[in-house]
């Protein structure tokens, strides 16, 4: 599993979208992100998976592996795609605690938000908000 934290990986995650001034090349890196996410298994693209907000099909499946949080996706959008796999680089490996309680100041600070459709927007604040709510159900179990 992974030995970064939370804070670590957001902070990666910040410097290499701050290597891009143009936001083309930075939905090009979410769609490179995207693209090299690991196909999930047909057997999890159910409607149980689904992620309720979301304008595209986004599938998330979680298990918990060692006390630890992990989670894999898939979406039928490249750019819902990159960011799935954008949370999941961030927050899959670690405990259901630490995903609980995380910050995820990263969205801001590469300014996500700002350069998303409202929709996608809406997606990504649902894509967080069922990573939490994953991670608070195993927390609180």
């Known amino acids: 599993m992974t030995t970064k934290s939370?804070?670590?990986?957001?902070?990666?995650?910040?410097?290499e979208f701050s290597a891009f001034d143009d936001w083309m090349d930075k939905y090009q890196m979410l769609i490179d992100l995207g693209n090299e996410l690991s196909p999930l298994s047909e057997k999890y693209k159910v409607e149980n998976n689904l992620i309720e907000g979301c304008q595209s099909r986004v599938w998330l499946q979680c298990d918990l592996v060692g006390g630890q949080l992990v989670f894999t996706a898939d979406s039928d959008a490249l750019i819902t795609k990159g960011i799935i796999a954008l949370l999941i680089r961030v927050l899959s490996g670690h405990s259901p605690k630490e995903i609980a309680e995380a910050d995820l100041h990263f969205i801001d600070a590469i300014g996500l938000k700002d350069h998303?459709?409202?929709?996608?927007s809406n997606g990504l604040l649902s894509m967080v908000k069922q990573i939490k709510a994953y991670?608070?159900?195993?927390?609180n179990a």
């Open 135 to 139: 991670a608070a159900a195993y927390f």
């Open 116 to 120: 998303l459709s409202p929709t996608r």
């Open 6 to 15: 939370i804070n670590e990986l957001q902070e990666e995650v910040i410097e």
